[in-house]
């Protein structure tokens, strides 16, 4: 039964999303967080052309061009959902000082960036604009309300109204707030609910008026009750934050309290885990007994200064799963939480087009979508071999509108792929049977006996554990899976965190022994950049019951899915140039989905 289930499912357009077995949500897969030709950084690597209607073109399947190649590129599979992000800072003003407008070429601060692009500096008027960030010092004559209000309204909005279409693709109005202390990425993308009846009503909160994302939270709070409007605020790259993404302290050197953690999981209920900047999940280094812990690890520093890949050494402040489990102790010490993160995957292109299929990957910037440009510098220390192709988010909500996905972030049921559109299903309860793995109406058990991912489970009765119900299927035109993992946290008996990994699928009739699992094997041929299905499987699903449940003690648990090992986007671009393997990288990898945790409280 659950083959024929997975054989209509996967034939559904991706489009129009995969409706649950009971419909009362559907799988929509899309992007919050992308950069147009508005983003200063953007523009000055080499986006001179892609707009955000060029983005919402791409993502709804069109073919565009390339804003440094010039060649057709096209999404392979188009996106349910699109946010363009552009950055708070200097939104849109690049582009009108090089079309020449009088208003900005005329200053000092103007004149000079555009003398050091015309004389080939462009890199470095990129970091001279870092540098104001990093210090909150605004290049005045280019930081003005009346420019960012203009293009706000003008370019950011008026694309997004443009390109809504309310049941087949919606856009989410939205930018990024790009707080970066001393080199110190604390960066939020902002999403809005709401059209531009209501997103007219303000202008974009910026770094400028403060880098502190408590100042960030009280704004939201009150242009909220003075405009009607709802947001979102969602933090990404902790990898880059030197420590202070899930500090322990806020941004005044004080403790957290439980105002602070009540406020900012108000507006943060969901972290960007995995993009082009790192996968945010975890390091060997902080899970040692987790061999798959180390996969597309980005650490270089943002401040133009540090660069190598040394420069950030591993600091659990920075990476989710230390984030989760820390939360455990703070929701004992507080009583709430401050880390109760559902996680999606999201892009970070700064190319214009969320393109982050590995044999079509549309690169960090336009430079490093071509296969020569992979090799060049795009930050000091950095090359686009650093970057990863990733990634997407994956959402369960009611319907494909701004306010049902809206609502799917808010409740955390959500989850985030590193590229690959895995569908997966997840369910914690205290009632599941095994045979219910294989039931045709899955998602109807899962919701009728228990909660969905992003969900709470409370004390255990009769202090039995729990069981979830997980059921993960391919990308239908990418690779088979090799097996799904639990991951779980929970404080033990002296209020110390603890984490494991437990195999709890796994593909080709492989038998999981005291935990452990044989490796899948590998079929990419290196000479030629392809791979076959050969290994793996189509769909994995199960009921795992916790062997290890403490009734007595909190603890959260949440999926990782693996693919088979595939081709880098790095592998194609070495085979097209006939070139040997970059030593220090991989040429295959094996891509993930991670869904939002479901926590137990005594």
Known sequence: ?????????????????????????????????????????????????????????????????????????????????????????????????????????????????????????????????????????????????????????????????????????????????????????????????????????????????????????????????????????????????????????????????????????????????????????????????????????????????????????????GYARSALMRGLEYDKKLGVNPFKLGMIGASDSHSGVSAVEEDNFGGKFPLDSNPEGKSKSLTPGTIGYDMASAGLAGVWATENTREAIFNAFKRREVYGTTGPRIQLRFFGGWGFQAKEAEANNLADIGYRKGVPMGGDMTQSPSKKAPSFLIHAAKDPIDANLDRVQVVKGWLDKNGQAREKVYNVAASEGRKINNNQLAPVGNTVDLETATYTNSIGSAQLATVWKDPDFDPSVRAFYYIRVLQIPTPRHTLYAEVALKQSPKKGYLSTIQERAYSSPIWYTP
Not at 9 to 27: H, I
Not at 255 to 282: C, F, H, N, S
């Open 1 to 317: 039964m659950l083959k024929k289930w997975l054989i209509t499912a996967l034939s559904l357009s991706a489009a129009t999303g995969v409706l649950a077995q009971d419909g009362s949500t559907q799988l929509l897969w899309g992007d919050t967080h992308l950069h147009t030709k508005l983003s200063a950084d953007a523009y000055l690597m080499g986006n001179r052309s892609l707009s955000p209607d060029d983005a919402y073109r791409y993502a709804k399947g069109l073919p565009v061009v390339n804003a440094q190649t010039k060649h057709r590129i096209q999404i392979n599979t188009p996106l349910d959902f699109l946010a363009v992000t552009d950055h708070d800072v200097y939104m849109g003003v690049i582009p009108k000082l090089f079309a020449g407008d009088p208003s900005l070429v005329k200053t000092k601060e103007g004149k000079k960036l555009y003398d050091m692009v015309q004389n080939g500096e462009a890199q470095k008027a990129f970091f001279d604009l870092v540098a104001s960030v990093n210090s909150n010092k605004p290049l005045a004559a280019l930081d003005t309300k009346e420019i960012r209000q203009t293009v706000w309204q003008e370019e950011i909005i008026s694309a997004a109204e443009k390109h809504n279409q309310p049941g087949k693709f919606t856009t989410l109005i939205g930018w990024e707030w790009s707080s970066l202390p001393n080199g110190a990425n604390l960066h939020r993308v902002v999403l809005v609910k709401d059209g531009a009846d209501i997103a007219k009503k303000f202008v974009p909160y910026s770094t400028f008026d403060s880098d502190k994302p408590e100042d960030f939270w009280n704004w939201m709070e009150k242009t909220s009750a003075q405009t009607g409007a709802d947001f979102l605020a969602i933090p990404h790259n902790g990898n880059v934050s030197k420590g202070q993404m899930f500090n322990d302290v806020d941004s005044y050197g004080k403790p957290l309290t439980a105002k602070y953690a009540k406020t900012r999981m108000r507006w943060e209920p969901v972290y960007e885990m995995t993009q082009i900047k790192g996968d945010g999940e975890t390091l060997a280094a902080l899970s040692p007994d987790d061999p798959f812990a180390e996969f597309e690890t980005y650490n270089h520093a943002l401040d133009g200064r540090e660069g190598s890949k040394s420069a950030l050494p591993p600091d659990p402040n």
